[in-house]
């Protein structure tokens, strides 16, 4: 299977900060990443996929970079409500795997 | 609209078997492959299993051989059989919609819940 190590494990940042999480991955998978938020009690949604391709409805402040094995995701002029955990997704090949997570927090 | 709404977690004993269903709306149904993802109690993601358009099917290794996916696509719906559950099955189970022209999973369900207790 295929390894996705995000850091860090947890980043607090305060409102208008731009923040930046990485994903790793154990062996090359193009561009076959997508990023995730979750926000406490809810189901995740889906941010980036293609490792830069914004979701429909997602704010622009989100942008996502990479390929092969090394991918980012940035967020820009954070808001109270970005206070959630990402998680990086490879779907290059099965099993589908995601990253530990990253818990965001705003001070 | 795109909505996926999942049921059938409840407590369950050890050994025991509990079919979760997804009901899909807002799509066509029958075109999109289809996933089930689950998340143990105050940890991450797990993909449990896929299954195509066309009925292609993967497992992940911890549930292999336990747990079936299916699908009616008369009634927009999607499945998974769970049976000998464990401990370790204990988790919210989520459903979620594969994307067209790639697997990430672009709408899930609000999940539920399956207790195994020993």
């Known amino acids: 299977a295929i390894w996705m190590t995000q850091s860090p494990s947890l980043r607090s940042a305060s409102t208008g900060d731009r923040v930046t999480i990485s994903c790793r991955v154990t062996q090359d998978i193009s561009t076959y990443l997508a990023w995730y938020q979750q926000r406490p009690g809810k189901a995740p949604e889906l941010l980036i996929y293609a490792a830069s391709t914004l979701q429909s409805g997602v704010p622009s402040r989100f942008s996502g970079s990479g390929s092969g094995t090394d991918f980012t995701l940035t967020i820009s002029g954070l808001l109270s409500e970005d206070s959630a955990t990402y998680y990086c997704q490879q779907y290059y090949t099965f099993p589908f795997t995601f990253g530990q997570g990253t818990k965001l927090e705003i001070k | 609209e795109v909505q996926l709404v999942e049921s059938g977690g409840t407590l369950v004993q050890s050994g025991g078997s509990l079919r979760l269903s997804c009901t899909a709306s807002?799509?066509?149904?029958?075109?999109?492959?289809m996933n089930w993802v689950r998340q143990a109690p105050g940890m991450g993601l797990e993909w449990v299993s896929y299954?195509?358009?066309?009925?292609?099917?993967v497992y992940a290794d911890s549930v292999k051989g336990r747990f079936t996916i299916s699908r009616d696509n008369a009634k927009n719906s999607l499945y998974l059989q769970m049976n000998s559950l464990r401990g370790e099955d204990t988790a919210v189970y989520y459903c979620?919609?594969?994307?067209?022209?790639?697997?990430?999973?672009?709408?899930w369900g609000q999940g539920t819940l399956v207790t195994v207790s020993s």
């Open positions: 979620a919609r594969g994307g067209k022209g790639g697997s990430r999973l672009d709408y």
């Open positions: 807002g799509f066509i149904f029958s075109t999109y492959d």
């Open positions: 299954i195509s358009a066309s009925g292609t099917i």
